[in-house]
C-alpha cells in the first residue's frame, strides 16, 4: 500500500546543515512534496521535485531524491532558529485526482 | 487575496453535539479537500472534492458529512462528535489540471476538542 515515513524528530545547532529523510512506496509518483508547518499555523509548501530530478536547489533548500531506493531527503544549509517547524514528506499518487500522501512529520529543533 | 480560510479557529464540543466547519477558497481551484492531523500520525485525507458538485470519501470518512455548496466553500460537518474525533482539521485547496506541481494550499486549521 501507499506509504511514506520519516523520523518524527530532529535536533541541531544553529548555522549546521539539517538533513531530514523520508521513504516512500509509490513508484509511480510524479512528485515528491517537502511542507513545512509552523506552530499554529497550517501547513505549506516549501519545496518539490519532479521524479525524474536526481536533486533541487533552492537558496538553502537542497532536495535529493532517489528513486531506485524511494528515498528523498531535505537539506537546510546554515539552519536557523526561525527554520524550526514540522516537515512533511509527501508523495502524489495517481489515480483520478491528485491524492497527496503525508509522511508523520519531523519536528526539527534548532539551538543556539 | 486570502487564499483558504477556515472558522471557526477553536472549538469545544460535547459528545453527540453536531457541528460544520467552514472552509472557503478565493483562487477559482477546482478541487478541495479536509483532512484531520493528530500526533504522529502526519494528515489524514476525510473526504475531497474533485469539482464543484462532486464529493468522494478520503481515508478515515467515517463520523463526517461534506457538502461543497459552490466552487468556492467546502464544508465539513460532525454529525454527533465522538471523543476520537478530537484533532485538528485542515482544509485545502487546489488546482488539478494543467499546470503542475498541483501544489495544494493549507488553511490555518481548525482545533476541535470533544468531551
Known amino acids: 500500500g501507499e506509504d511514506v515515513e520519516q523520523s518524527l524528530f530532529l535536533s541541531v545547532r544553529e548555522g549546521d546543515s539539517s538533513v531530514i529523510n523520508c521513504t516512500y512506496t509509490?513508484?509511480?509518483?510524479?512528485?515528491l512534496y517537502w511542507y513545512k508547518q509552523e506552530p499554529g499555523a497550517g501547513l505549506q509548501l516549501l519545496t518539490y521535485?519532479?521524479?525524474?530530478?536526481d536533486m533541487k536547489q533552492d537558496q538553502r533548500l537542497t532536495v535529493l531524491l532517489n528513486k531506485k531506493d524511494k528515498h528523498l531527503s531535505l537539506r537546510i544549509a546554515d539552519t536557523q532558529t526561525g527554520d524550526s517547524a514540522i516537515y512533511f514528506c509527501?508523495?502524489?499518487?495517481?489515480?483520478?485526482?491528485?491524492?497527496?500522501?503525508f509522511g508523520a512529520g519531523t519536528r526539527l529543533a534548532v539551538h543556539p | 487575496n486570502a487564499g483558504v480560510t477556515q472558522t471557526p479557529k477553536f472549538q469545544v464540543l460535547k459528545t453527540g453535539q453536531s457541528m460544520t466547519l467552514q472552509c472557503a477558497q478565493d483562487?477559482?481551484?477546482?478541487?478541495m479537500y479536509w483532512y484531520r492531523q493528530d500526533p504522529g500520525m502526519g494528515l489524514r485525507l476525510i473526504y475531497y472534492?474533485?469539482?464543484?458538485?462532486?464529493?468522494d470519501k478520503g481515508e478515515v470518512p467515517n463520523g463526517y458529512n461534506v457538502s461543497r455548496l459552490n466552487k468556492r466553500e467546502f464544508s465539513l460537518r460532525l454529525e454527533s462528535a465522538a471523543p476520537s474525533q478530537t484533532s485538528v482539521y485542515f482544509c485545502?485547496?487546489?488546482?488539478?489540471?494543467?499546470?503542475?506541481?498541483?501544489?495544494?494550499?493549507f488553511g490555518p486549521g481548525t482545533r476541535l476538542t470533544v468531551t
Open positions: 521535485i519532479f521524479s525524474n530530478m
Open positions: 483562487m477559482n481551484h477546482n478541487s
Open positions: 509527501a508523495e502524489i499518487t495517481s489515480g483520478g485526482y491528485n491524492k497527496l500522501i
Open positions: 509509490d513508484s509511480s509518483s510524479t512528485y
Open positions: 485545502a485547496s487546489s488546482e488539478t489540471s494543467g499546470r503542475s506541481p498541483y501544489e495544494q494550499y
Open positions: 472534492s474533485a469539482s464543484e458538485g462532486t464529493t
